[in-house]
């Protein structure tokens, strides 16, 4: 995605989350968006067909979505203002703004083998100290990392695997 799209489903997604009062609030509509969002994957092809006026797409949302006046209102905005490819990364956006809100992280965790609820609970606790936030960890298995675990943050990569470890010490080696 270009970026300036990137920039105007932010714009969007601050908008949709400045309709919330608190996070109980914030985050009931943005599991209503996203089952939204859900939703309309199905009828994607319709949704993004140029010979369907604006009007008729945004009457189907709102008969579509009829249990949420605000989610079917912000996509009808996205569907008037000709950006409805846009609601999956204003999905994601209001996630992230949710989550800064909740003072929460997403971490995706990467390790060579399936970590126990024990090894879990100690790499959440983990990332939450590091970050300054609850974690919200997703975990992954690759064993090409050979043992250890590669954390993402946002940003940020703490790359603490075996794999890792080897690649750092044969670049000193073959100094």
Excluded at 73 to 102: M, N, P, S, T
């Amino acid at each position: 995605m270009k970026s300036a799209d990137r920039i105007l489903a932010r714009r969007y997604a601050r908008a949709f989350d400045a309709l919330s009062q608190d996070g109980t609030e914030a985050a009931a509509r943005f599991e209503a968006l996203q089952q939204a969002a859900q939703a309309l994957h199905a009828v994607r092809a319709y949704m993004q067909d140029p010979a369907v006026s604006s009007a008729e797409k945004s009457a189907w949302v709102c008969q579509l979505l009829q249990g949420d006046k605000v989610v079917s209102g912000f996509v009808c905005a996205l569907v008037q203002a000709k950006r409805y490819y846009l609601l999956d990364c204003c999905v994601e956006e209001a996630g992230q703004l949710l989550d800064a809100r909740l003072g929460r992280v997403r971490a995706r965790v990467r390790t060579a083998f399936a970590l126990s609820d024990e090894q879990k609970r100690r790499v959440e606790e983990a990332l939450g100290r590091f970050s300054g936030k609850q974690a919200c960890v997703q975990y992954q298995t690759d064993p090409a990392l050979l043992g250890g675990l590669r954390a993402q943050l946002g940003d940020v990569l703490i790359d603490g695997t075996l794999k890792r470890q080897f690649e750092k010490l044969k670049q000193e080696l073959t100094k």
